[in-house]
């Protein structure tokens, strides 16, 4: 099956929570919508997967290439996730890579925050699968669109 129905494979997303609770919660909910999900538990080892780590900001890693959107949790210890979306956002590699924040507080001033550092969408947890359905539409929509 090469792409009939116009998708050439899964979409891999990077899920990035603390919580584990959250993140095996976040990654059913992908999978149930047939993304492939790689799991990390801070933002700490979401930079090593995707390669960026401090002394290497324009990694070659392989990882990062097949990274089509990263969902993270705002608040965890050590680097929140607005951090680790200001690190993406300055990666070349991975600058044009969708990254939506989860959060379970609704605090507008930080939702603005994250979205003018460049986050697609902030959502408030828990997760539902029809959050998951609309973000696939979403990332994958926006994908083919900026291939234009």
Do not use: W
């Amino acid at each position: 099956m090469d792409g009939a129905a116009g998708f050439v494979e899964e979409p891999h997303v990077l899920a990035v929570d603390d919580n584990l609770i959250d993140r095996i919660l976040v990654e059913k909910l992908l999978k149930n919508s047939s993304c492939k999900v790689t799991t990390a538990e801070n933002g700490q080892r979401a930079l090593e997967y995707l390669g960026l780590v401090d002394n290497n900001q324009t990694s070659s890693n392989d990882n990062a290439s097949k990274v089509n959107m990263i969902i993270t949790d705002y608040c965890m210890p050590g680097m929140t996730g607005y951090e680790l979306l200001k690190k993406i956002k300055e990666s070349s590699v991975m600058k044009d890579v969708p990254v939506v924040i989860m959060s379970s507080e609704n605090v507008p001033t930080r939702i603005n925050k994250c979205l003018e550092e460049g986050a697609e969408m902030f959502m408030l947890k828990p997760l539902k699968f029809s959050d998951v359905k609309k973000l696939r539409c979403q990332f994958l929509c926006s994908s083919t669109v900026r291939a234009s």
